[in-house]
């Protein structure tokens, strides 16, 4: 059975709640989950239940969106769809499967925005539903749902955090002034590097980086917790299993040109975020590391003069 409009309309409310649980869903993936009545013609559905993970260990996106139906309309469940962006769990973890409790509330319908690819779930929640009779459709807005918790994936597929090469260049290429360092970034994208910070686990840069700058790799100018601070060189290389063992998602790699080459070479990232000051050119210095050729543009901004590349890679 193919998706309609309104599911579509319900499952961005969907990702709209998950992004509510960025910070404190970690290592959990965000989740949002909507309980709605069939639409009457020409109208959308009405939405009888809402809820997302909000902190791990609590209750999942399913559970506070049953939570949230008001007494009244209880026994509406039985005409009900649910929809979730991820897949429902069906394994006793910090609580109890959801899948189950789908079942037992009985809703007639339920519309799933991806497959969970955690080892533990992986397609068992949606089979689950639908041995119990229940019908299930999978995959709408499949791209926005997976791309919400690309960090997640990554983290569990690979055994790899995801991983951010980031940095900043002159208009003609450079990221310093013959050797000396310089002020590419703008009061307000220096801000939304921060903001970058606050939401990643950890942030890396190499030792000439690191004994030049002496940068505080901190969120000063935004709102969040600071990521782990790492500096590598060759007596300390990144083990990347280890940061794995130690639950770090995602990793912003700050380096110079060199540090940040090291991981285009292995072809270990995931983005790259590239600011270009358009108004600013330099006689020499260090060039900007070379874009590799499986980087597409994901999307692009001004913001006073400077732009801001997203790369991802290309499949």
């Known amino acids: 059975m193919s998706h309609t409009k309104d599911d579509e309309r319900m499952m961005r409310r969907c990702l709209q709640l998950a992004r509510n649980g960025q910070q404190n869903a970690k ?92 080892a533990e779930v992986q397609g068992r929640g949606v089979q689950k539903l639908r041995d119990a009779g229940i019908e299930v459709e999978v995959g709408v807005l499949e791209e926005e749902c997976r791309a919400l918790n690309r960090r997640f994936f990554t983290y569990h597929r690979l055994a790899r955090p995801y ?38 686990d950890a942030i890396l840069v190499g030792r000439v980086t690191n004994e030049r700058e002496h940068p505080q790799l901190t969120v000063r100018e935004w709102s969040g917790p600071d990521p782990k601070r790492l500096v590598i060189d060759r ?6 299993e280890s940061l794995h063992a130690h639950g770090v998602q995602s990793l912003i790699v700050e380096g110079g040109t060199k540090t940040l080459q090291s991981f285009l070479v292995q072809n270990l990232w995931d983005e790259l975020r590239v600011e270009t000051n358009l108004g600013l050119t330099v006689t020499g210095g260090t060039r900007a590391p070379q874009l590799p050729a499986n980087a597409v543009v994901a999307y692009k901004k001004d913001y006073d003069g400077n732009t801001i590349v997203v790369y991802h890679r290309n499949k």
């Not at 939405?47 to 999942?60: A, F, N, P």
């Not at 007596?235 to 990347?240: E, I, S, V, Y």
């Open 27 to 118: 290592p959990n993936p965000m989740v949002g989950a909507v309980i709605s009545l069939p639409p009457k013609e020409g109208e959308s559905g009405r939405i009888i239940g809402e809820g997302y993970h909000v902190r791990c260990g609590q209750g999942h996106a399913e559970v506070n969106a049953f939570a949230s139906v008001r007494p009244e309309d209880e026994s509406l469940l039985k005409e009900a769809t649910m929809y979730v962006s991820l897949e429902p769990c069906s394994h006793y973890g910090k609580t109890p499967p959801c899948a189950d409790l789908i079942i037992k509330k009985g809703v007639r319908r339920v519309v799933v925005g991806c497959i969970d690819e955690f």
């Open 163 to 200: 991983i951010i090469l980031k940095w900043a260049q002159t208009a003609n290429g450079y990221i310093d002034d013959n050797g000396k360092s310089l002020a590419i970034s703008t009061p307000f994208t220096k801000m939304l590097s921060h903001k970058l910070r606050s939401e990643e």
């Open 235 to 240: 007596t300390h290389q990144l083990n990347l």
